[in-house]
């Protein structure tokens, strides 16, 4: 049997520790999610970027603090508030991937703090990182419970 390994076409960005001695590998537009874990956390920007961690250890703000290191974003943002706020000036928007499925939906944390993101993010944001992702579903819903 032959094993072929898939060609990606990604960057890895390097690797995220949480305060609490969690780790996982931080993506900026992966062509898969397939090969990531359950319930994984993304961002994305009015760009249409997408960064994607590989675990489910890894929380939004440790993404955010990370890319902010890094100087991937300019300054550390309020993304919790509406995206067209003046303190998301690079339209930062949390996702999370539901179970083992290739989409992503809007992170549970928009939804436990009553928000309804899903009337405020604009649909030319949508249009960017679907076209710069076209294997990821993204869904413009606040994640199903995982079961935390």
Same mark, same amino acid.
């Given at each position: 049997?032959?094993?072929? +390994? *898939? &060609? !990606?076409?990604? *960057?890895? !960005?390097?690797?995220?520790?949480?305060?609490?001695?969690?780790?996982?590998?931080?993506?900026?537009?992966? $062509?898969?999610? +397939? +090969?990531?874990?359950?319930?994984?956390?993304?961002?994305?920007?009015?760009?249409?970027?997408?960064?994607?961690?590989?675990? $489910?250890?890894?929380?939004?703000?440790?993404?955010?603090?990370?890319?902010?290191?890094?100087?991937?974003? &300019?300054? !550390?943002?309020?993304?919790?508030?509406?995206?067209?706020?003046?303190?998301?000036?690079?339209?930062?928007?949390?996702?999370?991937?539901?179970?083992?499925?290739?989409?992503?939906? !809007?992170? *549970?944390?928009?939804?436990?703090?009553?928000?309804?993101?899903?009337?405020?993010?604009?649909? *030319?944001?949508?249009?960017?990182?679907?076209? +710069?992702?076209?294997?990821?579903?993204?869904?413009?819903?606040?994640?199903?419970?995982?079961?935390?």
């Amino acid at each position: 049997m032959k094993i072929v +390994r *898939e &060609s !990606l076409n990604e *960057e890895l !960005l390097g690797t995220i520790k949480s305060p609490w001695n969690a780790s996982g590998d931080l993506y900026k537009n992966p $062509p898969t999610i +397939r +090969r990531m874990g359950q319930w994984v956390r993304a961002i994305t920007n009015k760009n249409g970027d997408l960064y994607i961690v590989d675990s $489910p250890d890894i929380i939004h703000n440790d993404i955010i603090n990370y890319l902010t290191e890094i100087g991937e974003i &300019s300054k !550390l943002v309020n993304y919790w508030d509406s995206p067209l706020k003046e303190d998301n000036p690079e339209g930062i928007i949390a996702w999370q991937r539901k179970g083992n499925t290739m989409e992503l939906y !809007l992170s *549970e944390s928009y939804g436990m703090m009553g928000q309804d993101m899903e009337n405020e993010i604009p649909e *030319e944001w949508y249009d960017e990182v679907s076209l +710069r992702n076209t294997a990821i579903g993204f869904i413009n819903e606040v994640v199903p419970s995982n079961g935390y």
